[in-house]
């Protein structure tokens, strides 16, 4: 099945405010073995953020920005992919916080911090198999270079699933947002 998007699909927009991913970080993850490793980490993700917020005397549902598990790409080349799995955060972690996180990641583990600075936002909605979403990305940032430049300088692109399977058995119903940060030319 081929999926075509068409430029009008894509909405450009202004995030406020700046955002706080916290998760699990992969480099040098082929490209192809990703959702394998998002399979396998997720629970890692969500037990180690659940049993930390609670030592912290805080629900982890009450200190997320957003209830959708995030992919983040920190960079993608060749084929491999820098990236991590884990959610948005209202309030960014201070250090020694982040140390006790690690702890509870595991030292096979990297802790993945980073925030989304208030900028311009590319955003294409995906229902569908996530098997599609390699060729989707391809096609995401070819139709934004006629008027965006793609923020490669820190710039950070991701995926909020909305529609998983931890809550439809049908892969045609899964429901993926990407984003990217973008400049105009």
């Given at each position: 099945m081929?999926r075509?998007?068409h430029?009008s699909?894509?909405?450009?927009?202004?995030n406020?405010p700046?955002q706080?991913?916290?998760?699990?970080?992969?480099?040098?993850?082929?490209?192809?073995?990703?959702g394998?490793?998002f399979?396998?980490?997720?629970?890692v993700?969500?037990?180690?953020l659940?049993?930390?917020f609670?030592q912290?005397g805080?629900?982890f549902?009450d200190?997320?920005?957003?209830?959708?598990?995030?992919t983040?790409y920190f960079?993608?080349?060749?084929g491999?992919?820098?990236?991590?799995?884990?959610?948005?955060?209202?309030k960014?972690?201070d250090?020694?916080?982040?140390?006790?996180?690690?702890?509870?990641?595991g030292?096979e583990?990297?802790?993945?911090?980073?925030?989304?600075?208030?900028?311009?936002?590319?955003?294409?909605?995906?229902?569908?198999?996530?098997?599609?979403?390699?060729?989707?990305?391809?096609q995401?940032?070819?139709?934004?270079?006629e008027?965006?430049?793609i923020?490669?300088?820190?710039?950070?692109?991701?995926?909020?699933?909305?529609?998983?399977p931890?809550?439809?058995?049908?892969?045609?119903?899964?429901?993926t947002?990407?984003?990217m940060q973008?400049k105009r030319?």
């Amino acid at each position: 099945m081929e999926r075509k998007i068409h430029p009008s699909e894509i909405k450009v927009f202004r995030n406020q405010p700046e955002q706080y991913f916290i998760g699990v970080r992969k480099r040098d993850l082929p490209v192809k073995d990703i959702g394998e490793y998002f399979g396998k980490i997720f629970c890692v993700v969500v037990t180690s953020l659940t049993t930390f917020f609670k030592q912290e005397g805080k629900n982890f549902s009450d200190v997320l920005s957003n209830p959708s598990s995030i992919t983040m790409y920190f960079d993608v080349s060749n084929g491999i992919a820098d990236m991590g799995v884990g959610f948005f955060i209202e309030k960014q972690l201070d250090n020694s916080q982040q140390e006790k996180l690690k702890e509870l990641i595991g030292k096979e583990n990297e802790l993945g911090v980073c925030t989304v600075p208030t900028s311009d936002l590319a955003f294409y909605r995906h229902t569908g198999p996530y098997s599609l979403l390699p060729n989707l990305w391809g096609q995401f940032c070819g139709n934004l270079n006629e008027k965006y430049e793609i923020v490669t300088n820190n710039g950070l692109s991701w995926e909020e699933n909305m529609v998983h399977p931890d809550n439809e058995t049908d892969e045609n119903k899964f429901v993926t947002d990407l984003y990217m940060q973008v400049k105009r030319k």
